[in-house]
């Protein structure tokens, strides 16, 4: 039985595994709503750009299962599970920092990755029927039209102010969307997708950082722990003798 200080750290220990477990649902969260929210973006976004959401819920579902070697090895005063548990946080360290910083390379990538994307898809917009619903999605959702404005889809085949009917919010009965309707949106879709893409990336980073040095200290304890339970066996031992 660990004594004094020792039994702070216990159970400051235990708190932090209680943490680490919420934490971990909070990635497995945070990484499917990611996946979720931009998979009707897949044709204007590369294929790695969905490496990090995918890190963030493995890491998650490992954080979860990990904080039960902490809980069991600080309640149970184990050596081995406690470092078995050190060991394993600090490879869920590494993974979450490496969630953060593909999180933070993902941010710098994403201008050049939509302005070729959105070029490249603009204008298969009616000859590929999934492009359509990816462009349809998202000006619906960001309330946007055209890559940079309305304008554009004049080079695309429509005239006379038409665009497609996700560029508006409201169209009567047997009538086209046009773009000088006030129901119109007048924003292009690559401005607010950058935004929208940039933000989530930075707030990413931040999470994937934060827990990850958060985590420094519970490592920390459990090896303090660790070392304060072998002492007391060693010296148990020696009394034996």
Same mark, same amino acid.
């Given at each position: 039985?660990?004594?004094?200080?020792?039994?702070?750290?216990? $159970?400051? &220990?235990?708190?932090?595994?209680?943490?680490?477990?919420?934490?971990?649902?909070?990635?497995?969260?945070?990484?499917?709503?990611? &996946?979720?929210? $931009?998979?009707?973006?897949?044709?204007?976004?590369?294929?790695?750009?969905?490496?990090?959401?995918?890190?963030?819920?493995?890491?998650?579902?490992?954080?979860?299962?990990?904080?039960?070697?902490?809980?069991?090895?600080?309640?149970?005063?184990?050596?081995?599970?406690?470092?078995?548990?050190?060991?394993? &946080?600090?490879?869920?360290?590494?993974?979450?920092?490496?969630?953060?910083?593909?999180? $933070?390379?993902?941010?710098?990538?994403?201008?050049?990755?939509?302005?070729?994307?959105?070029? +490249? =898809?603009?204008?298969? $917009?009616?000859?590929?029927?999934?492009?359509?619903?990816? @462009?349809?999605?998202?000006?619906?959702?960001?309330?946007?039209?055209?890559?940079?404005?309305?304008?554009? @889809?004049?080079?695309?085949?429509?005239?006379?102010?038409?665009?497609?009917?996700?560029?508006?919010?409201?169209?009567? #009965?047997? +009538?086209?969307?046009?773009?000088?309707?006030?129901?119109?949106?007048?924003?292009?879709?690559?401005? /607010?997708?950058?935004? #929208?893409? /940039?933000?989530?990336?930075?707030?990413?980073?931040?999470?994937?950082?934060?827990?990850? &040095? =958060?985590?420094?200290?519970?490592? #920390?304890?459990?090896?303090?722990?660790?070392?304060?339970?072998?002492?007391?066996?060693? =010296?148990?031992?020696? =009394?034996?003798?």
């Amino acid at each position: 039985m660990v004594s004094g200080t020792m039994a702070c750290v216990k $159970y400051l &220990l235990f708190l932090f595994n209680l943490i680490f477990a919420i934490s971990g649902i909070v990635f497995i969260s945070v990484g499917a709503v990611i &996946l979720v929210v $931009y998979r009707g973006y897949n044709n204007f976004v590369d294929s790695w750009f969905f490496a990090a959401p995918i890190l963030m819920i493995i890491v998650g579902i490992i954080v979860s299962l990990v904080s039960f070697f902490g809980c069991c090895g600080a309640v149970k005063e184990n050596h081995c599970m406690l470092i078995t548990y050190s060991v394993f &946080l600090m490879i869920i360290f590494a993974l979450e920092l490496g969630a953060g910083i593909s999180g $933070y390379v993902m941010r710098n990538e994403v201008d050049s990755m939509l302005h070729n994307r959105l070029n +490249e =898809t603009f204008y298969q $917009y009616k000859s590929d029927e999934s492009i359509r619903k990816s @462009w349809d999605v998202m000006q619906y959702d960001l309330k946007c039209c055209g890559i940079n404005s309305p304008v554009d @889809w004049s080079t695309n085949g429509y005239t006379d102010n038409a665009v497609p009917d996700s560029c508006c919010t409201e169209i009567s #009965t047997g +009538e086209k969307c046009d773009s000088n309707s006030i129901y119109s949106h007048a924003d292009g879709c690559m401005p /607010k997708l950058q935004k #929208t893409i /940039k933000y989530n990336s930075v707030a990413l980073a931040s999470v994937g950082v934060g827990i990850a &040095l =958060t985590q420094l200290i519970g490592v #920390t304890f459990a090896c303090f722990l660790a070392r304060s339970i072998r002492r007391e066996y060693e =010296t148990v031992e020696t =009394t034996a003798h």
